[in-house]
């Protein structure tokens, strides 16, 4: 893998290079869309073509993103591009069947932050110590001599919130507000654009929550909070399996709480489980025993049985370790 922090490299590709391919990873987030919102919107600015690429829809949370809708699926008849640039990709495999779009590229290359990265791309500019992917690409920018819009600025915000948790993930430092400073220096419309990606919520989604702060209980010595929902509570709200996802989090945000749980019947007839900890608890060798996996703090479950037999196996196994 070359050196990291390229931009030299990665600068003179971009300049080379006409048409370009912007690629996205699957399951896309903030982070990964806001910097190919935001490159679209620089090499527009360097009189490039660009195509954004992504294998999976934009969240509809992101309507008010410059470029949100200019997202394709391929097709597997585009090309050929002078470039492919893949942004906050950690590995090939997570483009999906965008990476075939690699082989319809002259050349390749990448800008990320994950520290795992192993250089899949001609050229790879990888910095593990950036907050976000977009800060990157705000410190590209500079290389390339293009000035910072307020379409940018939304773009680039929407990477660096989400990331950081809206600042206030362990990743957050001083550069993190260095970058956003310049950021408002460019009327981002911060109080809207927060509102819209933190706090507004589906009403399904708000109902469903009701339903499961009203299940709540506690096991381990009271250290673990436990939600169920089930395929009713889901139909009650109109709420889809989707809204269940963050819900989670109110469960382990309750005082003197190190783990929680929520398990939810799917229209599958299987108990899926999001399972939390605060650190130094942990909770993916839980999920391991059980088939599922996952991050130190953050793991899933999906299970056969009933609800109550299955919560009751994986709350007995939490407990032992906390
Ligand atoms: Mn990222």
């Known amino acids: 893998m070359e050196t990291p922090r390229n931009f030299e ?30 490159m679209r919107l620089i090499l527009q600015a360097m009189g490039k073509e660009v195509t954004l690429f992504c294998d999976e829809k934009v969240p509809d949370i992101l309507y008010f993103m410059p470029g949100h809708d200019l997202f394709h699926v391929p097709t597997g008849h585009e090309g050929p591009f002078d470039l492919m640039l893949a ?4 590995d090939s495999a997570r483009m999906g069947t965008c990476a075939a779009l690699m082989d319809r590229s002259a050349k390749t290359a990448q ?6 990265n192993p250089g899949f791309a001609d050229v790879n500019l990888v910095d593990g110590e950036a907050s976000a992917n977009c800060m990157i690409i705000r410190e590209l920018m500079k290389v390339l001599d293009v000035p910072l819009t307020q379409d940018i600025a939304i773009c680039l915000y929407v990477g660096i919130s989400t990331d950081t948790g809206n600042f206030s993930f362990g990743c957050t430092n001083a550069e993190t507000f260095r970058v956003m400073a310049e ?3 460019c009327d981002l419309p911060l ?17 469903l929550l009701g339903k499961a702060l009203e299940s709540m209980t506690f096991g381990g010595n009271g250290k673990i909070a436990v939600m169920k929902l089930t395929l009713a509570d889901f139909a009650a709200c109109g709420a889809l399996s989707e809204h269940a996802d963050t819900i989670v989090n109110y469960a382990l945000d309750t005082k003197h709480t190190d783990m929680a749980l929520l398990a939810r019947e799917t229209d599958k007839g299987q108990i899926k489980f999001s399972l939390r900890a605060r650190a130094p608890y942990t909770v993916d060798n839980i999920a391991s025993l059980f088939g599922g996996g996952g991050h130190p703090q953050a793991s899933g479950i999906t299970m056969d049985g009933t609800l109550d037999e299955c919560v009751e196996k994986v709350l007995t196994a939490m407990s032992e370790t906390v």
């Open 111 to 116: 800008m990320d932050h994950h520290p795992t």
């Open 191 to 207: 109080a809207r654009l927060n509102r819209a990606l933190f706090r507004v919520k589906p009403r399904e989604q708000v109902k």
């Open 87 to 90: 942004v906050d990709v950690s």
């Open 9 to 38: 490299a990665i600068a003179r590709c971009i300049r080379e290079a006409q048409t370009v391919a912007v690629v996205s990873h699957v399951n896309p987030d903030g982070d990964t869309l806001g910097s190919a919102a935001a």
């Open 183 to 185: 950021l408002m220096e």
